[in-house]
């Protein structure tokens, strides 16, 4: 099956820096990448995804880069602000096939410093 | 984007006694949905994948007659923690992909139950 591994598992960032959280995954096959932000005690959410087709995808402060021979993505975030402390985690699947069943990364805990 | 409501969001009991989560779609219908368990700062850990009127199918390791998943409507989903006991206590999530399988999952809000 798909194995998703996430680094770094925690990352610290003073306000205004960016910051970089990658993912690689095993199955070739995977072809819808998103990201999802977890606030304490709540849900994820999700920020921005990607499919094999494309290689990049901005929205604002955010995006997400896509290489697919490599099969690895990772999530982009410019000039940072505390609200964006959280935990982030990255997801592969390949949804038709799966009724939409995701294998997640462990986790980034993001926090940034005012 | 379409809205999935867990309940409660947060409950404690007594060891020996059931629990039931439930998870609604509230604007869409969800033939799908999936359960989650999630430990203090670590990632999502997949239980089961409900099923709209046919049984779930459970992961691997995770005890169905425990864990009692009903999913009896398309905007219904439970999860009955039977049993409970400490080792249970954690926060459980559910999800529910969109209509088209185009990926996204929507999550419910978490409940966390705490068993004494």
């Known amino acids: 099956g798909e194995n998703v591994e996430q680094h770094p598992s925690t990352l610290s960032v003073q306000e205004g820096d960016s910051a970089v959280i990658k993912c690689t995954y095993s199955?070739?096959?995977?072809?819808?990448f998103p990201w999802y932000k977890q606030e304490l005690g709540k849900g994820p959410q999700l920020i921005i995804d990607?499919?094999?087709?494309?290689g990049e995808k901005k929205d604002q402060r955010i995006a997400v880069t896509l290489n697919k021979t490599a099969k690895h993505f990772s999530l982009h975030i410019t000039e940072t602000q505390p609200e964006d402390s959280a935990v982030y985690f990255c997801a592969a699947s390949i949804p038709r096939a799966n009724a939409g069943k995701s294998t997640f990364g462990d986790g980034t805990t993001l926090t940034v410093k005012p | 984007g379409a809205v999935v409501s867990q309940h409660p969001s947060w409950v404690i009991c007594k060891s020996g006694t059931s629990v039931k989560i439930e998870c609604r779609s509230l604007?869409?219908?969800?033939?799908?949905m999936f359960w989650y368990r999630q430990f203090p700062k670590q990632s999502l850990m997949l239980m089961a994948t409900s099923n709209e009127g046919s049984k779930a199918t459970y992961e691997q390791g995770v005890e169905k007659d425990k864990f009692l998943i009903n999913h009896a409507s398309l905007t219904l989903s439970t999860l009955t923690v039977t049993s409970a006991h400490p080792e249970d206590s954690s926060f459980y999530i559910c999800?529910?992909?969109?209509?088209?399988?185009?990926?996204?999952?929507?999550f419910g809000e978490g409940s966390r139950l705490t068993v004494l």
């Open positions: 199955d070739s096959a995977s072809n819808y």
């Open positions: 990607i499919r094999s087709n494309v």
């Open positions: 604007d869409f219908q969800a033939t799908t």
């Open positions: 999800s529910a992909p969109d209509r088209e399988y185009t990926g996204e999952l929507f």
